[in-house]
């Protein structure tokens, strides 16, 4: 390591943000005696819901929880079949399987690595009940992927996990398909303190289940009148996540503004809008890449190196062996490097550099 390295902070490749006015509304709720079921997360709901454009929103534990919840919304259960990208974090085809369903391996886009409309049309069968269609990186999933499903009359579930403030033709991420499923791990565009999701739906006629679903399939005479579980955020986190929602707008400018600043080579969708959750340029030498910004003290890593089909858990599925040409060609050599709102002008003078230096 060089002189300079040494006395250089480390760039992390995700920073959560966490100001006085969350510590203030996090403390606030802990000092109510009020921690769970109160009032935080119900207004969490509807403001996000407001934000986003969609029908109603719920939050609860996980961005995973949200897809468990989204799939039995749709009633989706053994003997279905849902169709999903290769190429995504695991949790996008495990929800499936965790409902006794059945998830079926559709390759991705060449220029935009979402989910391919094409493949996707081509492998709906009588046993398709929706499409997981994810919103890579930041980036929003083709508008013929909402076409598809609208002619084959098959939901479309967004896995919105990475994408708070994408747009596609107009519509936020939320109020594309018919159901939503966010994230608020740390590393998100926004977060709440810990683990938590929010579902969210387009179908009124959904809207009342959907708050069912997380609080063990009860209605408000508290009977169990459908198959539910605990998926409830915290009022804390509800509480941090409601103040993380003024900011997200300003937060998520920044991270566009970053993009631009760094410079790469990652194509954005003409009629979308990109959330830049992620940075991930493609590498046609992605250890040389990682080790080179390794050596200028920024951290930097490979998303997501085996296509899910591919995965151990999969094994005897029958696509484990399968190509998804494009999944297979760009798994392994797209590399993140950091474009969260914290960093400094010389932190992205810093990544840019390194950026220039190996594509040159």
């Known amino acids: 390591m060089t ?14 943000i966490f100001d006085e006015e969350m510590a203030n ?7 109510s005696g009020r921690w769970v079921k109160g009032p935080e997360a119900q207004a969490f709901g509807k403001e996000f819901a407001t934000w986003c454009g969609a029908e109603a929103a719920v ?17 989706i259960g053994p003997g279905d079949e849902v169709i999903v ?5 695991i949790a996008t085809a495990t929800s499936v399987s965790l409902v006794g369903a059945t998830p079926v391996f559709a390759d991705v886009e060449t220029d935009y690595w979402c989910i391919c409309p094409d493949d996707v049309n081509s492998k709906i069968t ?13 980036q929003p999933f083709s508008p013929r992927l909402v076409e598809v499903c609208k002619q084959h009359s098959i939901p479309l579930i967004e896995d919105a996990a990475q994408a708070h403030g994408a747009m596609l033709n107009g519509k936020m991420a939320g109020a594309i398909g018919d159901i939503a499923c966010f994230s608020f791990f740390p590393s998100k565009n926004m977060a709440v303190g810990g683990e938590g999701g929010m579902v969210t739906t387009t179908r009124p006629e959904l809207a009342e289940r959907l708050h069912r ?3 063990h399939g009860r209605d408000d005479s508290l009977e169990s009148i459908e198959l539910g579980t605990n998926l409830r955020m915290s009022e804390v986190m509800a509480a941090i996540g409601r103040e993380q929602l003024k900011h997200i707008d300003q937060w998520i400018a920044i991270r566009r503004n970053n993009s631009t600043s760094i410079g790469h080579s990652t194509k954005t969708r003409p009629e979308g809008t990109h959330a830049w959750h992620q940075l991930c340029v493609l590498s046609d030498d992605p250890s040389g890449l990682i080790s080179a910004m390794d050596s200028a003290e920024i951290d930097a890593r490979v998303h997501y190196p085996v296509p899910c089909n591919r995965h151990s858990v999969y094994q005897n599925h029958p696509q484990h062996n399968d190509t998804l ?3 297979d060609e760009i798994s392994h050599r797209l590399v993140a490097v950091p474009v969260h709102p914290s960093l400094t002008d010389s932190d992205i003078e810093r990544i840019r550099s390194v950026l220039h230096l190996r594509s040159s």
Do not use: N, Y
């Open 3 to 16: 002189l300079l390295a040494e006395v250089m902070a480390r760039i992390p490749l995700a920073k959560p």
């Open 25 to 31: 509304a996090a403390m606030g709720v802990l000092r």
């Open 59 to 75: 939050p609860c534990q996980s961005g995973s929880a949200a897809l468990w919840a989204a799939l039995r919304l749709l009633e």
């Open 85 to 89: 990208p290769g190429l995504t974090f």
């Open 126 to 138: 009588e046993k398709t009940k929706a499409v997981i269609g994810v919103h890579l990186f930041g």
């Open 213 to 215: 679903l997380v609080d």
């Open 325 to 327: 040409s494009v999944c």
